[in-house]
């Protein structure tokens, strides 16, 4: 009786051994794709990346030279997109999360930005065009292009923003109010300063889409070949992704490591955003205490 | 002198737990008054009432009047924040606010705009020093409040509370998380404490308010069964069910 039940305790552990071992196979299969994708970009386009290349203007219609002007571009399109889609987006996390009250409107509101979050990409650049680009006369422009991301980034910004203040303990709101807090006070002094590395994730990965997006800026802001950096917001820029995609298709006779150079590029790009928001986010996190 | 006088209060919640029925009630001044019964009683929804935190919760009617120094706090033109200031209260599981220990005190103060130094520092240390609790963080009130001990914390609370020298300060089973050790600290500063303030306890337990209580409320079911002294509560209760309830058939 006893060794049979011995023997049960010890087939169990086998199966959760082997439970674990297939759930870690799995986990490492998630991530081998994306490692081979970087190898496989690394390998065919750092012996494009020069000094030059990414500090020299293209030439020779794009087959050779540099990618500077994408590059500023790119920078110049993401920050324009957080400018427009930051403060708007928290505010309206805010006022999603603290004052609105539970009703159709808001609920509405709600669903709105889920199906928002949901349209093709495509869709905002059309939309774009006819707002900002004609109906605005902003013409085709860094404005513009910012504008049209920002509308797309949006969506992500407020659910993830609404998400990481309603992860607050509703007990500190409670506490606050009751040493007299307003309620502005306690949105200020205590609610977002605990959501914020929460927040730091949706805006960057909002961004970073912004980033890596050609759609919404093919018909608002990017330039097929513009040798010269932009001089204001109404300036159209080239910009990487939509400069990529024009070497891979429109510019017959294009060296394949310039066209993995650009992703190259992009991808270490958006790999320093997330080094750096990181980085802000521990910080945030190491200071968080509940 | 009463401090609190409470006529005909009723309260609905939208979900029709804890509400509270026909409330006539005096709460005598610099007096430790307790408020006894089972769970789900309402005696945190009259707690809640009396600095307005149900504003907070679904409350779908109140009628009645609640006086304090003779002002009708029901008043919906009154200033809350005035009250809440005036009416402190201790929760029953100690909840630091992610701050600093020294931060945690100052809060209610730095909300009124106070910003020197000197004030906030001499406030921080006689609220720590009113809650006993001083002696034991006054070498790391920098550190995060949720580093000391649940009993710690718990005093801490009471220190927050008393920063903005309220009048009146009502604690909602304080030491139900607690320890004998910690719960034995609270009871002693709340008796020191009903010197200068005016002292409201939904205590822990029947033995509690023993201890403590100058008065006891007892409160079923949502209606004031019986308020009287604690001596007269404890060895002649007018009320079967109160006699019941301290006897400890049903609780």
């Known amino acids: ?290 | 002198m009463d401090k609190i006088i409470v006529e005909n209060l009723s309260i609905t919640y939208s979900d029709g737990v804890e509400s509270l029925y026909d409330i006539n009630l005096r709460i005598p001044i610099h007096q430790i008054t307790a408020l006894i019964g089972p769970s789900g009683g309402g005696k945190s929804t009259f707690l809640r009432v009396l600095n307005r935190l149900n504003d907070l919760a679904d409350v779908t009617k109140t009628t009645g009047k609640v006086l304090i120094d003779g002002i009708d706090i029901l008043d919906p033109t009154l200033d809350v924040i005035a009250l809440r200031r005036k009416v402190g209260i201790v929760f029953s599981r100690p909840l630091p606010l992610p701050l600093s220990i020294y931060q945690n005190v100052s809060y209610g103060l730095e909300l009124m705009g106070e910003k020197r130094k000197s004030v906030l520092d001499e406030a921080v240390e006689r609220a720590l020093r009113l809650a006993e609790l001083w002696d034991e963080v006054k070498e790391r009130l920098h550190d995060p409040a949720n580093s000391i001990s649940g009993g710690q914390q718990q005093r801490l609370c009471l220190a927050r509370t008393l920063s903005l020298q309220p009048e009146i300060i009502m604690l909602d089973e304080p030491t139900s998380a607690l320890d004998p050790i910690s719960t034995a600290k609270i009871e002693t500063s709340l008796i020191e404490l009903k010197k200068d303030f005016t002292v409201i306890i939904a205590p822990h337990n029947t033995q509690q308010a023993g201890r403590i209580a100058d008065y006891v409320a007892f409160f079923l079911h949502g209606k004031l069964i019986e308020f009287s002294s604690a001596e007269e509560i404890f060895t002649r209760p007018k009320d079967n069910k109160t006699q019941d309830y301290i006897s400890g058939k049903f609780g």
């Open chain 1, 1 to 290: 009786m006893q060794t049979a039940k011995k023997s049960n305790v010890l087939k169990q552990l086998r199966i959760e051994k082997l439970g674990f071992s297939v759930l870690t196979l799995l986990s490492i299969a998630t991530v081998i794709p994306i490692i081979a994708v970087v190898i496989y970009i690394i390998y065919l386009g750092a012996p494009a990346i020069s000094w030059e290349f990414v500090s020299a203007m293209p030439s020779d219609g794009m087959r050779a030279g540099g990618i500077w002007p994408a590059i500023v571009g790119t920078i110049y399109l993401t920050v324009g997109t957080a400018i427009f889609s930051v403060p708007l987006g928290i505010a309206a996390a805010i006022y999603l999360s603290e004052y609105a009250p539970v009703n159709r409107v808001t609920q509405a509101i709600r669903i709105a930005i889920i199906n928002l979050a949901g349209i093709p990409s495509v869709v905002y650049g059309l939309f774009g065009l006819g707002l900002f680009v004609i109906f605005l006369n902003f013409g085709t422009s860094i404005l513009s292009a910012s504008l049209t991301l920002s509308i797309m980034t949006l969506p992500v910004i407020i659910s993830t923003t609404e998400e990481a203040l309603r992860a607050v303990p509703q007990s500190f709101r409670v506490v606050s109010v009751s040493l007299g807090a307003t309620k502005w006070q306690t949105i200020w002094r205590l609610v977002l300063p605990q959501a914020i590395p929460g927040m730091l994730t949706g805006i960057v990965l909002g961004l970073e889409r912004a980033a890596g997006e050609t759609a919404p800026i093919l018909f608002t802001g990017a330039a097929f070949f513009l040798p010269r950096l932009p001089n204001s917001p109404l300036d159209a820029t080239m910009a990487l992704p939509y400069h990529l995609f024009v070497i891979s298709t429109q510019v017959p006779g294009m060296p394949i490591q310039i066209q993995y150079g650009t992703v190259l590029v992009l991808l270490v790009f958006v790999l320093i955003m997330n080094i750096i928001v990181t980085m802000i986010r521990s910080r945030a996190r190491a200071k968080r205490q509940w």
